[in-house]
């Protein structure tokens, strides 16, 4: 895919029409779902607005342009012309810059030894959601963001939890979980889950829930892949922390996720990342 611009000129001053905002959104939205979109918005003094987006060719992009609610309804005209992005990620279109600018100068200083006091975390975690259920089939959906891979084969992944928490608890009874992998779009609700518990907590979120293939959990059908797993072992530490090591017996992924460019894929799937209290970031742009 390569990357275009599509500038919207204003040339009808009369309001847009509710109709013709909704649909512009949700075409927006669509490309986002797609991987395609880089961004979009308006200009300051609402002459103009800008879509940066990928699409196959030329003439895709001119389609969609030409598709636009503003458009047809007679507010702008579109013009598409090819665009690059200039990130970190490609040296900003410069491959000589890393030459130039010669080895980054540093002063570490040292870290506490309480992750507490890690106020700008090096370590990012990726944000995740467990479910369980209890031995009556209760479900329960909780938040993480220690999580890590640790074996191959067969795939074993782990979890950072506590004692007190139902997922340990449920986990511990049931020998099962599923690891459910969240979009940035998800990450609002995801935090404002940490706020309640139990049934409040699956009320509040508004997740869609499905059955897994092989375990008693539900996967989360907002979250765009999902690891059903057979609890391998759980290790404890100080202060009722523990790592919970499961198997993975069956795993699934958005089927759009598996198509077209590394950068579009992994946009779709769009996983996201704790940094400290009140933080999180998405995966920003996959470099080659």
């Not at 029409?17 to 490309?31: G, K």
């Not at 599923?178 to 409040?200: C, F, K, Q």
């Not at 979250?223 to 790592?243: K, M």
Request: proline share 7%; with cysteine; charged share 20%.
């Amino acid at each position: 895919m390569e990357e275009y611009e599509i500038r919207l000129r204003r040339v009808r001053d009369e309001p847009f029409s509710e109709d013709a905002i909704t649909e512009h959104v949700d075409r927006l939205a669509q490309l986002d779902d797609a991987g395609q979109l880089i961004a979009a918005g308006p200009l300051a003094d609402g002459t103009a607005g800008l879509i940066l987006a990928r699409f196959d060719d030329l003439a895709e992009a001119e389609r969609y342009a030409q598709a636009d609610p503003f458009v047809t309804g007679g507010w702008e005209t579109a013009e598409v012309r090819p665009w690059q992005w200039a990130h970190r990620a490609n040296h900003y279109l410069d491959p000589a810059l890393p030459g130039r600018r010669g080895p980054v100068s540093r002063r570490f200083v040292p870290l506490p030894l309480d992750k507490h006091g890690w106020v700008r975390s090096p370590l990012p975690g990726q944000i995740v959601l467990v479910t369980t259920v209890d031995r009556d089939g209760a479900v329960d959906v909780a938040p993480k963001s220690w999580v890590s891979m640790a074996a191959f084969d067969p795939p074993v992944i782990g979890f950072g939890c506590n004692t007190s928490h139902r997922t340990h608890g449920n986990a511990a009874a049931t020998g099962e979980f599923v690891i459910n992998v969240v979009p940035l779009s998800l990450a609002p609700a995801v935090w404002a889950m940490l706020a309640s518990h139990g049934e409040e907590r699956l009320e509040h979120a508004h997740l869609s829930m499905g059955p897994a293939s092989a375990v008693a959990a539900p996967v989360v059908l907002d979250c765009a892949a999902h690891f059903e797993c057979q609890l391998e072992r759980i290790v404890t530490f100080g202060h009722g922390e523990v790592f919970i090591f499961g198997r993975v017996v069956a795993a699934a992924i958005d089927e759009q996720c598996l198509t077209g460019d590394a950068a579009v894929a992994y946009r779709r799937l769009d996983p996201c990342f704790f940094l400290q209290a009140g933080l999180y970031a998405g995966l920003g742009s996959p470099a080659p």
